[in-house]
């Protein structure tokens, strides 16, 4: 089994949009949206539900009323104000630190599991799909991509698919580190800007920190060719394989307003500089 993680950097610059089509034309995987903090492949897959399972990440204190004393300890230790005058916790200051817990001498305070929001088991046109859903302003979103990752593993597992195919976060954050764990192969797909250029680069450090392969794609690479040179050069300096370059067209636009894969929705040029990418991308492997 191999897995490969699509990562960018930075957003906007057609991660999402290369993991789509390399969804429908890659047989036998299962795929897995590990956007948590905002996930958008189900927009262009349109999954079908098959499984709806919550997601508690963290905690929360609550307070006892009947038991509380009013002592005011539990708001003098409370960095983050969430114990209001009448000794309720607020939901959205609280960080389930367990300060007040810890302190309260009346032990009237308790922490309990925060409900973060949802993970999914769905399929799809182009075959099974793990994604999840975390709340508005919720935290723990590294624990949440390790869980859709771990259920991709065991449904690739079950019904022995060879490939799992995922869609990370951009950035090099938390999201991003639990993405990477255990992957064969990154591929991180740039634009010719000087912004994606730098986050690539970070990227690529994060990646030889983990130990794991990277690979390129540039997209749009037509828009500005000089600084697709700058980053094809340093793509050779880091030793990562550049798998090919993606033109611009408004067609993948057009696509996305579809709600289709690019390569479903066309056979012009893109499409297929997107096959030849997975040609590449499979020989890499």
Known sequence: MKEIVILSGKGGTGKTTLTASLAALWKNKVTADCDVDAAD???????????????????EAVIDLEKCTQCGQCQEVCVFDAIDADFVVSEINCEGCGACYYFCPAEAISLIDRHSGEWYLSETRFGPLVHARLGIAEENSGKLVSLVKGQAKMLAEQRHLETILVDGSPGIGCPVISSLAGADLVLVVTEPTISAKHDM????????????????????????????EEVESLCHR?????????????????????????????????????????????AAL
């Open 238 to 282: 880091e030793g990562v394989e550049l798998l090919g370059r993606i033109s611009y067209d408004p067609v993948v636009t057009e696509a996305m307003v579809q709600g289709k894969a690019i390569v479903e929705y066309t056979d012009g040029t893109v499409a297929q500089e997107v096959r030849n990418i997975l040609g590449n991308l499979q």
């Open 41 to 59: 492949l189900h927009l262009i897959l349109r999954p079908e539900i098959k499984q709806r399972t919550d997601f508690y990440g963290g905690k």
């Open 201 to 228: 680069e970070r990227i690529f450090s994060l990646a030889k920190h983990f130990g794991v392969p990277a690979a390129a794609v540039v997209n749009k690479y037509d828009l500005n060719e000089n600084l697709t």
